[in-house]
């Protein structure tokens, strides 16, 4: 990463003239639209060349920090290695160039390229059938819950109108059952992090429509009462939710759908590798177990009976939660990470991010307080620095560890322990990288003790220091207009 | 372990064992319940070579058309310059998660800021989110918001004339939400401003939602409309196909409050349905209610002008079960593709590719009227690049034919109706050739 901050603004290179842009002409009479419905005002983009446009942005770049930049410890975000082949397969122009609605006859080539991801997602959660429709995890969240709703209606039960989620949830949980329409009700964490049957037990009554559960928890600890919560759920006529966004650890060793999950969903940007984008876009398809299919959303791609391919709509459904089939380009990495790992490489992928995930914990318990002891998952929580002793608190580590070069982990999440800071290493990192990023956690715990104005004062070495966060929710600039106004 | 993705080496993996104090990677998963354990292999195929997921992916796209694209209803195709491809593919941009550490992302809060502020111009907008998925769901996150703003008034208008597939998504959501829905009735084409007044009369609607471009591809005429809303104390929600807000009259001009759509038509490769990019600006009063992210400016410790996330309290993770949105990414990547096309293009850029598309569709409806086949279905509304005819033939048997000819000639919304859109990327020679096929039948 580049340490000299490059801070210009597209709007700041603009010179009146400048163009970026040849268009072919079709040289056709022109045509004037009614001048009541013409824009008036003067549209002000940036007037800017192409080389200037290729330096800027390029520049810009310089000032991030990627999977591809170095080692990105971002717990429940699964920040692991994006291979370059599925960027040239998204972009294969017999692809890209498909409109969403050209006849199911001429686009069968993307249509079994949904089908083969929707069969492989389904042998890989043990469920019946998956719908790639959702555009993010969180959308998926809301998708999997309207097909728990569309499922009760179907049955005139409509009394069901709570939603339970463990105290440890990511933050999404709640919001999408808020958004499906639902009740909110939080079941408690035992002292070892994962969910207290006893306090679940009498929740479950026949106002409850749907458990949602992460597994592998937050925590990065597995449900081992799993078993027995699904039986408790399903006696009680409610569906349990699978969050997949901590599958990871998973592949390989246990399924979603053998554990009693009815529904579940997958964060394609997170098993399956595809990139994050700096916030997008994603995929979020949702998997259903058998006798629940008819509920997704429309439209579905199904597998006739000579072979082909055909895009259906069900009366059923729970209705259309997107424009068509997705994001389709993101589907086409996802698919191409399926086939380069292969069956084998899919079981190891889970084993080895669990075992990199114990070594990094097992190598800082001494240094860091471990508030759960035992084996993990794919990640797991420390709460701060052991040494409370020396007021550094995990938000100064964070930034401490910007300094040398790394992400910093998830901090003050979940919100179970005042001092949160949740490590996630994935599989596609190598016992040096783990090693390097052990020692640096030890010296900031060192210098904590020693030198503990320099950890506060971190980060020191990046491209800009601390943002005045205060300032900016206070009087917001948030467009290039109020900036040079200012 | 063997994969070229996983650095362990045998010796790696005892290293790490022996540190975690077991023999095996199993051990590690003790804690999983016997008879939940996985024991048999995936039915997936074994581990492919690159050659092989190459040709894997050539295999189907041999199985798909290669078509010249008439087809719009939404999503256009358009050209896009080589450098935007290029730039998105840089692994800092691409391989970055959402900027919460703001000290090592200002590319990615620096290029959403340069995104917000082109919205605001383009829509004539006070502020923007760092958008949304898609056209459609953005739509139903306005309609959401509509209601949580207007507190008890729990009912929203939807013009008849609007997209139907954002139709679709807002009365799924709004379904589930306990949001009542309206259509609001169309007349000629165009929705009804008498039928949205009965509407508005019964007081309790929070929020009316029209399309600038309706499906129909007809530009709409709102005049009136926003002091209709503002009396009802109804949010004025205006649906639009981005690029067109270069030309006609913007949401900020109609006097909308919230201006939301896809931007795929900023040059997104059409791929199928996506990923393409919801965007969603708003005057600045909904500042604090609108969904998603929202980037702002303020300076460091030691002066820099620097970006950040802002505004985070409105959030979801923040509020959990008290959201009114679950959304808590952005289309990110897309949003950096979108401010690329528009710095290249300009105002100037954008308004010439709706020209292209503006002069060639006139100049195609009249060759297609002219074949004694078709009408324009409504002759007296004005189109910017997309109309839609109604044919004296099926118009199934339309499409099919130019398909053999390697045309996608529209999109068929009604047994007799077709919807054609051009744009920069169809040749006068090739609209000619889809006119001789429509002569023919």
């Known amino acids: ?486 | 372990m063997s994969h070229r993705y996983f650095p362990h080496t045998d010796a790696d993996i005892d290293v790490m064992l022996k540190k975690c104090g077991v023999t095996s990677i199993d051990d590690l998963y003790a804690d999983v319940p016997e008879q939940l354990l996985f024991r048999r292999d995936y039915n997936l195929p074994d581990e492919m070579s690159e050659k092989e997921v190459r040709d894997f992916f050539n295999n189907l796209g041999k199985k798909n058309d290669d078509l010249v694209c008439f087809a719009g209803n939404g999503f256009y195709d358009h050209y896009a310059p080589a450098v935007i491809g290029s730039l998105i593919a840089r692994s800092e941009f691409l391989t970055a998660y959402t900027p919460y550490q703001p000290e090592i992302s200002q590319g990615t809060l620096q290029y959403i800021f340069e995104y917000q502020s082109m919205m605001c111009r383009l829509t004539g907008m006070e502020v923007s989110n760092a958008s949304m998925y898609d056209g459609t769901t953005a739509t139903a996150e306005a309609m959401m918001m509509a209601v949580a703003h207007a507190r008890k008034r729990n009912h929203v208008l939807i013009s008849s004339t609007v997209n139907q597939a954002v139709i679709d998504v807002v009365k799924t959501y709004a379904g589930y939400h306990g949001v009542e829905i309206s259509l609001i009735d169309e007349v000629d084409g165009v929705t009804s401003r008498d039928s949205m007044n009965q509407l508005l009369a019964k007081g309790d609607v929070a929020g009316v939602i029209v399309a600038t471009r309706n499906r129909y591809g007809i530009i709409e005429d709102f005049a009136g409309f926003a002091d209709d809303c503002k009396a009802a104390k109804a949010l004025l929600i205006m649906n639009c196909v981005a690029l067109d807000l270069a030309t006609i009259k913007t949401p900020g001009e109609w006097g909308a409050d919230v201006a939301v759509g896809d931007a795929q038509s900023l040059g997104i490769p059409l791929s199928f349905g996506g990923p393409y990019l919801g965007f969603f600006c708003a005057k600045k009063a909904l500042m604090r209610k609108i969904p998603g992210r929202i980037v702002g400016a303020t300076k460091d410790k030691d002066g820099r002008r620097v970006f950040v996330l802002t505004l985070q309290a409105r959030e979801q993770h923040i509020r959990r079960e008290k959201a009114t949105s679950n959304i808590c990414s952005n289309q990110g990547l897309m949003s950096l593709y979108v401010t690329i096309y528009m710095s290249l293009m300009g105002a100037k850029g954008m308004s010439d590719v709706n020209r292209q598309g503006c002069d060639g569709a006139h100049y195609l409806a009249e060759k297609l009227v002219a074949t004694g086949k078709c009408k324009l279905t409504f002759p007296n509304r004005p189109f910017l690049n997309e109309f839609c005819i109604t044919t004296s033939v099926p118009a199934q048997k339309i499409v099919d034919r130019a398909l053999e000819e390697g045309i996608l000639a529209g999109v068929q919304i009604a047994e007799d109706r077709l919807l054609i859109a051009v744009t920069e990327m169809q040749t006068v020679k090739e609209m000619d050739r889809l006119v001789e096929i429509v002569k023919s039948l």
């Open chain 1, 1 to 486: 990463m580049n340490r000299d901050f490059y801070s210009k603004l597209i709007f700041e290179l603009s010179q009146p003239g400048r163009k970026g842009y040849k268009i072919p002409e079709n040289h056709l009479p022109e045509v004037k639209l009614p001048e009541n419905l013409k824009r008036t005002s003067k549209l002000e983009l940036p007037e800017v060349d192409e080389p200037s446009v290729v330096r800027h942005y390029n520049n810009m770049s310089t000032n991030n920090f990627g999977v591809d930049s170095g080692f990105y410890p971002l717990g429940s975000c699964t920040m692991k290695y994006n291979p370059k082949i599925n960027e040239e397969v998204a972009a294969h122009p017999a692809f890209t160039s498909l409109h969403p609605a050209t006849p199911d006859k001429a686009v069968q080539g993307a249509l079994e390229l949904y089908y083969t991801l929707q069969c492989a997602l389904s042998e890989v959660g043990g469920m019946a059938e998956f719908t790639l429709n959702p555009y993010a995890g969180a959308h998926g969240e809301l998708t999997g819950l309207l097909v728990i709703k569309a499922y009760h209606n179907s049955r005139g039960d409509v009394k069901r109108t709570k939603v339970i989620v463990p105290d440890s949830a990511h933050g999404t949980n709640p919001a999408s059952a808020a958004v499906a329409g639902y009740e909110i009700i939080e079941v408690k964490s035992r002292p070892d992090g994962t969910v207290d049957v006893e306090d679940l037990k009498p929740l479950l009554d026949d106002t409850v429509a749907a458990v949602m559960m992460t597994n592998p928890n937050t925590l990065g600890i597995f449900e081992k009462n799993i078993p027995e919560i699904a039986s408790l759920v399903h006696a009680a006529g409610a569906l349990l939710y699978y969050d997949g966004a901590n599958l990871n650890p998973m592949l390989g060793m246990a399924r979603p759908g053998d554990m009693g999950f009815d529904v579940m969903h997958i964060n394609l940007h997170k098993t399956f590798s595809t990139p994050h984008g700096g916030g997008g876009p994603g995929a979020g398809p949702v998997g259903v177990r058998a006798g629940l299919e008819q509920f997704l959303p429309n439209p579905r791609v199904v597998k006739n009976s000579d072979g082909s391919f055909s895009v259906i709509s069900d009366k059923k459904s729970l209705g259309s939660i997107s424009a068509h089939l997705g994001n389709f380009a993101v589907e086409a990495r996802a698919l191409a990470y399926i086939l380069s790992l292969g069956n084998q490489g899919l079981k190891e992928a889970g084993k080895l991010a669990t075992l990199n995930a114990n070594y990094v914990k097992e190598s800082l318990k001494d240094v860091y307080c471990l508030p759960i002891e035992g084996v993990c998952k794919h990640e797991f929580v420390f709460d701060g620095l052991a040494d409370k002793s020396t007021c550094v608190t995990t938000l100064n580590v964070a930034k401490r560890l910007l300094d040398h070069g790394y992400h910093a982990p998830t901090i003050y999440f979940p919100l179970l322990f005042h001092e949160s800071l949740m490590i996630e290493p994935t599989e596609t990192e190598s016992l040096q990288t783990l090693d390097e990023f052990i020692d640096v956690m030890r010296d900031i715990a060192r210098e904590a003790k020693e030198t503990p104005d320099v950890v506060k004062n971190a980060p020191l070495n990046t491209p800009i220091s601390h943002p005045d966060d205060t300032e900016a929710a206070l009087h917001p600039i948030v467009n290039y207009t109020e900036l040079t106004e200012l």
